[in-house]
């Protein structure tokens, strides 16, 4: 289950962050839910402020207003997180929260994904399963382990036509 855990933005009051994260931390405590809620972080920066002579380093929220919490998204956890005093809501159409993609965890500095190689080989047939090729079957051609994307070989109209797609697109035919 918790593989399912993904990184979800929970707005807040301007101020109230570290507060909205003890809280959420003290429930998921108190009602034994470390499973569906694993972390909740406030995103900061290390800054030096000059005043006259002195620096000093201060941490700097960078997303102020905000609160990042990595869970498994169910009616209960929603509703731990929505109804702790200072949240305000999740980022997401309505009321329905948008897990951040990897590449946006990464940007934020949230967490370093560890991407693990691409299980295909070149050669090898695969099935996509989606996106505009959904259905359409092909043979790698090559594999980019950096940009996570694979060239497929796709028969269309009678002629082999190639596509880039990511590799979390294609599943292995057996």
Do not use: C
């Not at 993904?6 to 994260?21: I, L, M, P």
């Amino acid at each position: 289950m918790a593989g399912d855990a993904k990184w979800y933005v929970a707005h807040t009051y301007s101020g109230y962050e570290n507060k909205v994260k003890a809280n959420i931390e003290k429930s998921v405590e108190n009602r034994g839910m470390q499973d569906l809620i694993l972390d909740v972080r406030v995103p900061t920066e290390d800054v030096v402020e000059e005043k006259g002579d002195t620096k000093k380093v201060v941490k700097r929220k960078l997303f102020p207003g905000y609160v990042i919490v990595k869970m498994v998204m169910t009616d209960e956890s929603w509703y731990i997180v929505r109804n702790t005093r200072g949240v305000t809501g999740f980022v997401g159409p309505g009321s329905k929260p948008v897990p951040l993609s990897e590449e946006e965890v990464e940007r934020m500095g949230v967490e370093i994904i560890r991407m693990k190689d691409i299980d295909f080989a070149i050669g090898e047939t695969v099935s996509i399963k989606s996106g505009p090729m959904e259905g359409f079957s092909g043979t790698v051609t090559s594999i980019n382990n950096e940009t996570r994307k694979i060239n497929v070989a796709v028969s269309m109209f009678g002629r082999e036509t190639p596509v880039e797609i990511d590799y979390t697109q294609v599943e292995r035919m057996d």
